[in-house]
C-alpha cells in the first residue's frame, strides 16, 4: 500500500475546521453582542465608576447629574458606597485626594438642597459711595459708584467707574470647642473620635485630619467617611500608652498629647476608654 499521499491531507483538513467553524459562530450559534450595565461591573471597575462620577461632581456640582449616574451602579445605599470606597482608597492607595473627593460627594448626597461640602470664603462688597464736585459724601443709596473718575455730568456730578469688587481673605479656621475622655464599655475599640461642625452644629465631611505618634509615623483620616454616624464624625483606632499629636492642617490647630485613658466599669473592672475632641468652624 502507498502511504505517501503528501500533506494534502492536513491542507484539507484545516480548510475543512476554518469553514465548520466560521459556520458555526456566523450562523449557527452567533456571538450576540450587548452593552454591559454599569450594575454587572466587576467591583473594581465599580470603584472606577465612582471615582468619575465623583470628579466630574467636583467640577460641575451638578448633583441631580451624579445621582443619576450613581443609580446606574445598583447600589442600595450610594453614599454608603462612596464613603466605603473612600476609606478603601485611603487604606489600599493613600489617595488623600481622591478620598476627599468621594467623601464630599457621599456628603452632598445626604443633604437636600445639597450645599458646598466645605465652607467657602464670605465675599466681602463694599458699598458704593459717590462725591460729588466739592468732594461730599452723599447718603447712602445714591446710584453712583466710586471708582475711577470719568468726569462731572450735566448736574456736576462726579460720576465715576465701579471698582472691582474685593474679595475677603480665608474664611477663618477650625478652633477647638472641647476634647476629653470618652468611657463607654459599648466601645470594643479604644477610639480617638473627632466631631467637626460649623457654626449651625451641622457636621462637615472632608476634613482632613493628620495623626503621628512618632517621628516616622503618621496617618491622614478624613471626616465624613462614617456618615451613620455624622457627616463631621472621624474615628482612629489607637493603641493604649501611646502618645498621639491630633492635627488640622491649613488651621494651625494641634491637639499634642492624647492618650487613651483608663476608665473602670460598674464592676471595678478596668478598660481602655476612647477620646472625644470637637471643633467648630466659626463661618
Same mark, same amino acid.
Given at each position: 500500500m502507498n502511504s505517501d499521499r503528501g500533506h494534502w491531507y492536513l491542507i484539507t483538513a484545516l480548510v475543512l475546521g476554518v469553514g465548520l467553524g466560521l459556520l458555526i459562530s456566523w450562523v449557527?450559534?452567533?456571538?450576540?453582542?450587548?452593552?454591559?450595565?454599569?450594575?454587572?461591573?466587576?467591583?473594581?471597575?465599580?470603584?472606577?465608576?465612582?471615582?468619575?462620577?465623583?470628579?466630574?461632581?467636583?467640577?460641575?456640582?451638578n448633583l441631580q447629574r451624579a445621582e443619576a449616574r450613581l443609580s446606574l451602579l445598583g447600589d442600595e445605599n450610594p453614599a454608603q458606597a462612596l464613603a466605603a470606597q473612600a476609606q478603601r482608597n485611603l487604606a489600599e492607595e493613600g489617595d488623600q485626594e481622591m478620598a476627599r473627593i468621594l467623601v464630599n460627594l457621599s456628603a452632598a448626597l445626604q443633604r437636600t438642597p445639597s450645599p458646598e461640602t466645605t465652607p467657602s470664603a464670605p465675599t466681602q462688597t463694599l458699598t458704593p459711595e459717590t462725591k460729588t464736585a466739592d468732594n461730599s459724601t452723599p447718603s447712602p443709596g445714591s446710584s453712583n459708584q466710586t471708582g475711577t473718575p470719568e468726569g462731572p455730568d450735566a448736574n456736576g456730578t462726579q460720576t465715576e467707574i465701579p471698582s472691582p469688587t474685593p474679595t475677603a481673605t480665608d474664611a477663618p479656621p477650625f478652633v477647638k470647642e472641647d476634647e476629653g475622655k470618652l468611657c463607654d464599655p459599648a466601645l470594643t475599640t479604644p477610639l480617638i473620635q473627632v466631631f467637626a461642625t460649623n457654626a449651625d452644629g451641622e457636621g462637615i465631611p472632608g476634613v482632613e485630619i493628620k495623626i503621628s505618634w512618632s517621628p516616622d509615623r503618621q496617618e491622614t483620616f478624613f471626616t465624613g467617611l462614617k456618615p *451613620?454616624?455624622?457627616?463631621?464624625?472621624?474615628? &482612629?483606632?489607637?493603641? /493604649?500608652?501611646?502618645?498621639? =499629636?491630633? *492635627?488640622?492642617?491649613?488651621?494651625?490647630?494641634? &491637639?499634642?498629647?492624647? /492618650?487613651?485613658?483608663?476608665? =473602670?466599669?460598674?464592676?471595678?473592672?478596668?478598660?481602655?476608654?476612647?477620646?472625644?475632641?470637637?471643633?467648630?468652624?466659626?463661618?
Open positions: 449557527i450559534a452567533p456571538v450576540s453582542l450587548e452593552d454591559t450595565q454599569p450594575k454587572n461591573l466587576h467591583a473594581d471597575y465599580k470603584d472606577l465608576y465612582r471615582s468619575l462620577i465623583a470628579r466630574a461632581y467636583q467640577a460641575n456640582k *451613620e454616624v455624622d457627616q463631621g464624625y472621624a474615628d &482612629f483606632e489607637a493603641d /493604649v500608652g501611646v502618645t498621639y =499629636t491630633i *492635627e488640622m492642617p491649613g488651621s494651625g490647630l494641634v &491637639f499634642p498629647e492624647v /492618650v487613651i485613658p483608663e476608665c =473602670t466599669s460598674d464592676d471595678g473592672d478596668p478598660y481602655p476608654g476612647s477620646y472625644q475632641i470637637y471643633i467648630t468652624h466659626p463661618n
